[in-house]
Nanobody, 122 residues
Framework: QVQLVESGGGLVQAGDSLRLSCTDSGRAFSDDAVGWFRQAPGKERNFLATIGYTGKTYYAASVEGRFTISRDNAKNTVYLQMNSLRSEDTAVYYC????????????????WGQGTQVTVSS
């Protein structure tokens, strides 16, 4: 059974940091790429960052330099370190798995987690 679980979200103040985790319970990562997306109420699911099996990364311009994606293949876990958080970062954060390289569109991901809520107070 392939299952992804996100964790690490919560309520923080503007300027704070959070580290989100995405853990595979069914070897969903394999040698595929993993991506982080977020979705605010009434909005589409937007790309944030993706990382390949060997550690190659690609970021959305809006978060590059502020967010960092990493992975620990031995622990079947991918992380998203988020610094200097602002109210506009408030959303549900999702991780997904793709076999189509460093993909940036939601339809390119075939497995998703349930999401973790991040709320940033201003």
């Amino acid at each position: 059974q392939v299952q992804l679980v996100e964790s690490g979200g919560g309520l923080v103040q503007a300027g704070d940091s959070l580290r989100l985790s995405c853990t595979d319970s069914g070897r969903a990562f394999s040698d595929d790429a993993v991506g982080w997306f977020r979705q605010a109420p009434g909005k589409e699911r937007n790309f944030l960052a993706t990382i390949g099996y060997t550690g190659k990364t690609y970021y959305a311009a809006s978060v590059e330099g502020r967010f960092t994606i990493s992975r620990d293949n031995a622990k079947n876990t991918v992380y998203l370190q988020m610094n200097s958080l602002r109210s506009e970062d408030t959303a549900v954060y999702y991780c997904g798995v793709t076999n189509r390289g460093l993909a940036t569109q939601p339809y390119q991901y075939h497995v998703w987690g349930q999401g973790t809520q991040v709320t940033v107070s201003s």
